[in-house]
């Protein structure tokens, strides 16, 4: 019997509403046993947290492992571990590798891997259509049955509206969410930055804000009809933003994310040139980070996710226009997290853990994301005061591409705990 606990820290559990409370959990074989003051276990190992904040364990619903496929970019070895240290138990993983993630025996391939390799607990999302090609539905009951949480075509948005309304009603019948990248690719065209004054000065080819929140009114319109689940992936511009609290306000099955990249940065960096702040959706202008901003306070967003995706260093180092999108995001999100929503007052350290646990569990329906006591000892431990700068060199996972090399931030994850096992200790 393998017994831990954990003293002197104070705990956040979001779904039981309380802020944060001196307590000690204890942890008998992988479950959390008893939660209170002055616990006592013989034969425990005990780990002094004196100060820092015990939550339970992070949950990233949208993360790109590359495996199988793009094995130089990541590694489900790799990114698993990238996640540990960032304080996520829990990933989510788009479809898009090679072959498409579309088919049972894929979902059964790729869970055998993270069986054998992974450090935290992973999620497969199967892709919403054959190939993510838009053009037949893929195996969703097989796949289903195998082990997906949701589905998604994700880079490769559906365009083809009625394919889109035969997903949503298939997938009321298995209870699984569409995870919908909502881009209109004819609207976007060459786009590689948000359409603005930047785009003018840089030369760079626009995409403008249209060709997202057009999308995200036709998926709320489709669900709303179907009376399914959908959830808007990386919302980026205030026109989505409002869109989706319009639509809960009428009882619209919508939730969505945002990645900290989008809530901290804008698109006056493109001016660098420098091909990480070449992202999908783009860096937005200063109104639509206000507008995410206020989005994250009044709960019209329910989730925080990285949309974490690595290249490899050679991929991004080429001229702007043929650089592959996207950024490495599992290691800084904790830092951003705090130093961009909680010390400025934009949120409380109660609400930003709620949407990285308990709301990103409920979207794609597992049992996770909770400190009570019988279910998985799944618990991240977080220094909120710990001031750090982030060295590109560092980072666990196989790529380096991030915008936020050299950044000082507050708070990180100090020490993830998966089914009662340490997985990541920063004093290793």
Excluded at 100 to 119: F, H, M, P, W, Y
Excluded at 225 to 232: F, L, P, R, S, T
Excluded at 244 to 271: S, W, Y
Excluded at 392 to 409: A, C, D, R
Aim: contains cysteine; glycine residues 10%; negative net charge.
């Amino acid at each position: 019997m393998s017994k831990l606990l954990l003293k002197g820290g104070k705990i956040i559990d979001p779904i039981q509403g309380s802020k944060a409370k001196a307590g000690e959990i204890l942890i008998v074989d992988g479950k959390i046993a008893k939660l209170g003051e002055n616990l006592a276990a013989e034969d425990a190992q005990v780990i002094d947290i004196e100060g820092k904040v015990v939550s339970p364990g992070l949950i990233d619903i949208h993360v790109h492992l590359r495996e199988p496929g793009f094995e130089h970019k990541e590694t489900i070895e790799t990114g698993t571990k990238s996640a540990a240290k960032g304080g996520f138990t829990s990933v989510a993983c788009m479809p898009n590798t090679d072959p498409v993630i579309d088919n049972q025996t894929l979902v059964e391939g790729l869970l055998s891997i993270a069986k054998r390799d992974g450090v935290v607990n992973l999620y497969p999302i199967g892709a919403i259509t054959k190939g993510s090609q838009g053009k037949e539905l893929a195996e969703i009951a097989n796949m289903k049955e195998a082990g997906i949480v949701a589905i998604s075509d994700d880079g490769h948005p559906v365009m083809n509206a009625e394919m889109m309304r035969l997903a949503l009603d298939y997938s009321k019948d298995f209870d699984l969410t569409i995870v919908s990248h909502c881009e209109d690719k004819n609207l976007a065209g060459d786009g590689v930055v948000n359409q603005g004054y930047y785009s003018t000065i840089t030369g760079l080819n626009p995409i403008s804000s249209s060709s997202e929140s057009v999308m995200v009114g036709r998926e709320i319109l489709l669900a709303e009809e179907a009376g399914a689940k959908v959830h808007i992936a990386h919302i980026s511009t205030k026109e989505s933003v409002d869109l989706v609290r319009q639509a809960k306000k009428r009882g619209v099955k919508v939730t969505c994310e945002v990645t900290p990249h989008h809530f901290t940065l804008t698109d006056e960096l493109i001016t660098s040139f420098d091909t990480n702040t070449k992202m999908n959706p783009p860096l937005r202008s200063a109104e639509d980070v206000a507008a995410i901003k206020e989005g994250l306070k009044d709960g019209t967003i329910d989730v925080i996710a990285t949309d974490h995706a690595p290249h490899a260093e050679e991929e991004k180092d080429v001229e702007y226009n043929y650089a592959p999108f996207g950024i490495v995001g599992l290691e800084t999100a904790v830092g951003l997290v705090i130093t961009e929503l909680v010390e400025p007052g934009i949120l409380t350290l109660e609400e930003v853990i709620a949407k990285l646990t308990i709301n990103p569990a409920q979207v794609i329906g597992i049992d996770k994301g909770t400190l009570e006591v019988g279910k998985d000892a799944d618990i991240t431990i977080i220094d909120v005061d710990d001031k750090w700068e982030v060295k590109t060199e560092e980072l666990v996972s196989k790529s380096k591409n991030t915008p936020f090399g050299g950044y000082e931030l507050q708070g990180r994850a100090v020490m993830t705990i998966v089914g009662g096992k340490i997985v990541y200790s920063s004093d290793e």
